[in-house]
DNA sequence: CTGAAAGCGCTTACAG
DNA sequence: CTGAAAGCGCTTACAG
């Protein structure tokens, strides 16, 4: 690209020093007004723009954080930048995104990415397959602040923002068991997530509380594909009796349900309920879907990872003696009429 | 963030030059093999991880490409978004985005925001309310090439890649002639969009060819709101006779209006066929929907722009005598069933 | 209140 | 094949 107006050109045309033209165009108060005033004007008429470069480059900082996410497709994802951006732009920060696609090859290669640029600190959703983190550790030698969101890391020593899957997942039983099924179903993740396992968790402690015996046969693990969902759900309608509800990981996965039953078991669609975590905005435009979701709410883990980001990245002591946050944020059930 | 270890660190423990340990990390053909794998090995076993704004500062180049676009909520965008991030990857660029969330003051702070941070080029969707280009000449004026994409700038001089609305549009509405509808109304987008004007086109074409008389009662334009939409069906259903079948600016016109026919004309809801442009993957799981949608291939327009914008990167001839290009992509008719 | 000078970590034309 | 040196555009501690 063409060369843009520096602060020696500014100088040499004021005949004042760089470092006053520096000064002044950053309101340093060893300025007088007049001088401030005097440069300002030609900056204005020169159409100078500071080179963001070279300033991130002298001062060892890229004002930038990282956004290490699976797939902007979710839109789950889409809300949680809206909440990093909202705390980010107010401190006048960019965000680098990257889509790691659910694929741990590709986290890798971003993982690398983000450190050559030298992003000041990290948020990161990480694929559904990474279970080792050793990955990530890198960041630690460099000094990279990172803040994991959504899916928290199976292991102690990070610090994360997600929503409380347990309670989450026992509330969502548990509206089903008070609308009166008693044999519920249930579509988790897969077992490598620790969410998947803790939404597991809360659906037993659910079926525990109503005194609900646990069948195993009514649980099955799906790694998000439609294929993966209809082949839980052949399985599901073949028991007898089958149930008449079923609690599954997400929304996408109920939908895929939904789809299979109007292919095969049309007769079943009104008498089966589902809850799930999430809340598609598209819900509004569906004839067929979850009785109730737990919502999620993605743009305040953003922003509360975003804040816990910046608590680290603008404290100046000494990382001594660190210690890790965790933040669940609460969750509650919404009922999709 | 701590400091991470620097060229002279590897140079000072090699006891070579800086400048060979640079030229050995970059395969410099001058270096013998054998120093090469000694800086190599040490690079990597020290974890040596090259400070890239270094780099780009000294290079005068960013490695980054900017892409502007309304609102990453729109399910296209993050297609194209894809399409250019294919591109960019295999260029080893990095991609910086921003949302105007069709926002004309936020539009100008980004614009600013690229320019300080010297993108080396900028691939831009301008908000719908975007009419004065003068915002975006002042790229010309620092030299970044600047390629917009799915709404194209109303006046000439600037590069695009857009798809041919006017075809699309007369697409859409031609295959409710042929389905038999007489009675055909529009609801199109800002007349401030010129692609809401070429796809207005479009619709009075594909009249004027099967000789149906133009009714401008039968024209709404909306600014995509639901309530904008529900305002003009409110219109049209109120006419006598009511149009058969409306075409639309896009798919989330159709399913808002479909949404106020569930409400106040049940009845209507079999006999009244719409088109439009778009295809919501979600489509899948609805029940009412656009009888067909023009397909809008965001993924391919986000490559062609790329490819487009690093031609223009990766040229080294002076930049006289420069002429603007504009992609159009065909589109073709899917038929939602 | 202003300026001279050092330096951030790289790359590269040039000399040897 | 290797190295000394300049310089990219800023900021800032220091001197005056």
New binding site residues.
């Given amino acids: 690209m063409k060369?843009?107006?520096?602060?020696?050109?500014?100088?040499k045309k004021l005949?004042?020093?760089?470092?006053?033209?520096?000064?002044?165009?950053?309101n340093?108060?060893?300025?007088?007004?007049?001088?401030?005033e005097r440069v300002k004007e030609l900056a204005a008429k020169w159409n100078?723009?500071?080179?963001?470069?070279?300033?991130h480059?002298?001062?060892?900082k890229s004002f930038t954080i990282g956004f290490i996410l699976p797939d902007l497709r979710d839109p789950f994802f889409v809300e949680a930048i809206n909440g990093i951006e909202e705390v980010a732009g107010a401190e006048k920060y960019n965000i680098i995104l990257a889509q790691s696609h659910e694929n741990t090859c590709k986290e890798e290669s971003i993982v690398n990415m983000m450190i050559r640029n030298r992003v000041d600190g990290l948020i990161a959703a990480v694929t559904k397959n990474t279970i080792d983190m050793t990955l990530f550790e890198k960041f630690r030698t460099v000094g990279i602040p990172v803040i994991y969101i959504v899916r928290e890391p199976r292991n102690d020593g990070f610090n994360y923002v997600s929503i409380n899957n347990v309670e989450g997942a026992f509330k969502a039983t548990d509206f089903l068991i008070k609308k009166g099924h008693r044999r519920i179903a249930h579509i988790m993740g897969p077992r490598t997530m620790p969410i998947a396992m803790a939404r597991f968790e809360g659906y037993r402690q659910a079926l525990l509380k109503s005194k609900i015996p646990f069948d195993e046969k009514l649980v099955k693990s799906v790694d998000f594909t439609e294929k993966e969902t209809e082949k839980a759900m052949v399985e599901l309608m073949k028991l007898d009796p089958f149930p008449t509800a079923v609690f599954t990981f997400k929304n996408d996965i109920t939908l895929d349900a939904i789809v299979f039953l109007k292919k095969k078991y049309k007769a079943r669609l009104d008498c089966i309920d589902f809850t799930d975590f999430g809340n598609l905005p598209v819900f509004k435009y569906l004839e067929y879907k979850p009785v109730a979701s737990v919502k999620e709410d993605f743009f305040e883990m953003g922003r509360q990872a975003a804040l816990l980001l910046f608590e680290i990245i603008n404290d100046n002591r000494q990382d001594t003696e660190k210690t890790f946050r965790g933040v669940k944020i609460p969750c509650k059930v919404i009922i999709n009429r």
């Fill in positions: 060369k843009g107006i520096t602060l020696k050109d500014l100088a005949n004042m020093s760089v470092s006053t033209v520096s000064k002044s165009l950053n340093d108060q060893a300025i007088s007004p007049l001088t401030k100078y723009v500071a080179n963001e470069s070279a300033r480059f002298k001062l060892n």
